[in-house]
């Protein structure tokens, strides 16, 4: 199975700030890498596939880059509404596997 | 506008089954591959099962392999996930997602998920 590890675990952060997040896979995964938001009690929602293409509606502030085995996603000026849980997954092959989240708190 | 709501949660005891429903609208429910993720308490999010558009496919984690089954009602439009044998440790919140494309890729709506509790 394909391991997803995310740095760091947790963050806290400003309104206005600028945030990366990494995700690293256990080998090369070409760019089949792809963005989760949940916020506490709600379901996921996707924001990047590809690992740089946004899914539709998702504000341009988020972005993600990488190929190969290592990831970012960016949020250019942090909002209120963006506190909340991100998650990659790799699709390059099943099981699907899904980092194991990092916690973005208010600083 | 997308829509998929589960259904079949509940409290059951080690050893027992259920079976989860989901209800797909705003899509064409029979072209796209449709999964299970669940995300046990204060946990992180773990793939389960996928079914192809067709039903003819399944994929299944581990972890599940040989206790859970899933399928599909095209004519219905509803993902189903049969769970036996149910072990503590399959104590979460279960959502059904639709994927993207016809086989397992990335998840692009999520329902808002259904609590399975395994406990004595």
């Known amino acids: 199975d394909i391991q997803m590890t995310q740095s760091p675990s947790s963050l806290s952060a400003s309104v206005g700030d600028r945030v990366t997040i990494t995700c690293r896979a256990s080998q090369s995964i070409s760019s089949r890498l792809n963005w989760y938001q949940q916020r506490p009690g709600k379901a996921p929602k996707l924001l990047i596939y590809g690992a740089s293409s946004l899914h539709g509606g998702v504000p341009s502030r988020f972005s993600g880059s990488g190929s190969g085995a290592d990831f970012t996603l960016t949020i250019s000026s942090l909002q209120p509404e963006d506190f909340a849980t991100y998650y990659c997954q790799q699709n390059y092959g099943t099981p699907l596997t899904f980092g194991q989240g990092t916690r973005l708190e208010i600083k | 506008e997308v829509q998929l709501l589960e259904s079949g949660g509940g409290l059951v005891q080690p050893g027992g089954s259920l079976r989860l429903s989901c209800v797909a609208s705003g899509f064409t429910f029979r072209t796209y591959a449709m999964g299970w993720v669940r995300q046990a308490p204060g946990k992180g999010l773990e793939w389960v099962s996928e079914v192809s558009p067709d039903g003819g496919s399944t994929y299944d984690a581990d972890s599940v392999k040989g206790r859970f089954t899933i399928s599909r009602d095209n004519s219905k439009n509803t993902l189903f996930l049969q769970m036996n044998s149910l072990r503590a440790e399959d104590t979460a919140v279960y959502f059904c997602?639709?994927?993207?494309?016809?086989?397992?890729?990335?998840?692009?709506?999520w329902g808002q998920g259904t609590l399975v509790a395994v406990s004595s």
């Open positions: 997602a639709k994927d993207s494309s016809t086989w397992p890729d990335f998840f692009d709506y």
